[in-house]
């Protein structure tokens, strides 16, 4: 059974920094995109970043310069390192995997975490 726990959310003020993670088990990590989406009330879930299972990674442009994501295969661990938050950063950050390479058959999301950035 799949299962993706996030963890490391909660309350910082404006320009403040977080992180966050999620563990991830059941498959075979080093083989999944990792990616990490956010949704605040009322939006749509939005994709935040993305790491392949080479390590290359892509930002939407509103996090780009003050998110960084990463991954570590031997604990089958991936973050988000959050840095000048803004208010509007307010959502739950859910993580999600897709794979396995090359077929990106399946795709598993976390219950997600609140991250609160407080003016």
């Known amino acids: 059974q799949v299962q993706l726990v996030e963890s490391g959310g909660g309350l910082v003020q404006s320009g403040g920094s977080l992180s966050v993670s999620c563990a991830a088990s059941?498959?075979?990590?080093?083989?999944?995109?990792m990616r990490w989406y956010r949704q605040a009330p009322g939006t749509a879930r939005e994709l935040v970043a993305s790491?392949?299972?080479?390590?290359?990674?892509n930002y939407a442009d509103l996090v780009l310069g003050r998110f960084t994501i990463s991954r570590d295969n031997s604990k089958n661990v991936v973050y988000l390192q959050m840095n000048s938050l803004k208010p509007e950063d307010t959502a739950v950050y859910h993580c999600?995997?897709?794979?396995?390479?090359?077929?990106?058959?399946?795709?598993?999301w976390g219950q997600g975490t609140q991250v609160t950035v407080s003016s």
């Open positions: 059941g498959l075979t990590f080093r083989f999944y995109t």
């Open positions: 790491i392949t299972t080479d390590g290359s990674t």
């Open positions: 999600n995997a897709l794979g396995p390479a090359p077929a990106y058959m399946h795709n598993y």
